[in-house]
């Protein structure tokens, strides 16, 4: 099984990336020579971490029936100078939750599920974090 997406050039900077009936921009900012029409690549890689962890996770509550709602992340990026790259990444889940224990059980078990987590962590340090609600 494979997963493809197809990316062709829109513009001088821009992109369009298409994946089954989707399709979004990626460009640079103007500061680097962009038209700033579209997130860079490596925001669409922490994008594509964070939605597939996210999917995952809320698949997870769904099924056990879980009382955990107002499912929110961040994931930052670490910077290395060169080359240009990501040293770590980390995901910090914040929810509300009746039961902290469960949802640490089902963000380990979305981890696990995850298509990217499991791919970028045979690369860089990845963590996840769960953080109180704010």
Do not use: W
């Amino acid at each position: 099984m494979q997963i493809q997406v197809k990316i062709d050039q829109m513009g001088p900077s821009t992109a369009e990336a298409a994946a089954r009936t989707h399709r979004v921009l990626v460009d640079r900012p103007v500061e680097k020579g962009g038209e700033d029409r579209g997130m860079m690549g490596g925001e669409y890689l922490l994008t594509g971490l964070g939605g597939c962890f996210m999917s995952n996770l809320l698949a997870a509550i769904r099924a056990r029936e879980a009382d955990i709602g107002n499912v929110h992340l961040e994931v930052n990026g670490t910077l290395a100078a060169a080359p240009s790259r990501f040293s770590a990444i980390e995901v910090v889940v914040y929810a509300q939750a009746a039961d902290r224990a469960l949802l640490v059980k089902l963000v380990e078990m979305a981890d696990r599920a995850c298509i990217s987590s499991n791919t970028l962590r045979q690369a860089i340090p990845l963590t996840f974090r769960i953080a109180q609600p704010s």
